[in-house]
């Protein structure tokens, strides 16, 4: 689909402490102000901020290192049974799979306007 021209102009009055917030939001949500309306107003509601990848880098590798665990122990249970991993390092996968869930989790809350 082609990306369609954005010839109109709207003007909009707003009060100094609205366009401040405006464009602290704007900034916020990793968006041009003109970009933000636009979403704002045809979404029906603020966009989702983008996320810094600074912020999501270290997620990312938690999970990467979750996953890894994972693949370990379904690779024990492959080879040699139920009984072949070991409970603790089950337990042990779970919980970092929990806090990294739990990380994901606090990063989309951060992340909302």
Do not use: W
């Amino acid at each position: 689909m082609a990306k369609e021209k954005k010839e109109t102009q709207i003007h909009l009055r707003v009060s100094e402490r609205d366009a401040a917030l405006m464009r602290e939001r704007a900034q916020a949500s990793g968006l041009g102000l003109s970009a933000y309306v636009r979403r704002c107003a045809l979404s029906g509601g603020a966009p989702a901020s983008a996320a810094d990848a600074g912020e999501l880098r270290p997620i990312y590798t938690e999970l990467r290192r979750c996953g890894n665990n994972i693949n370990q122990i379904a690779r024990a249970f492959n080879a040699y049974g139920i009984g072949g991993a070991p409970a603790a390092d089950v337990a042990r996968a779970v919980a970092e799979l929990e806090h990294a869930t739990e990380a994901v989790a606090a990063a989309l809350e951060a992340a909302r306007p």
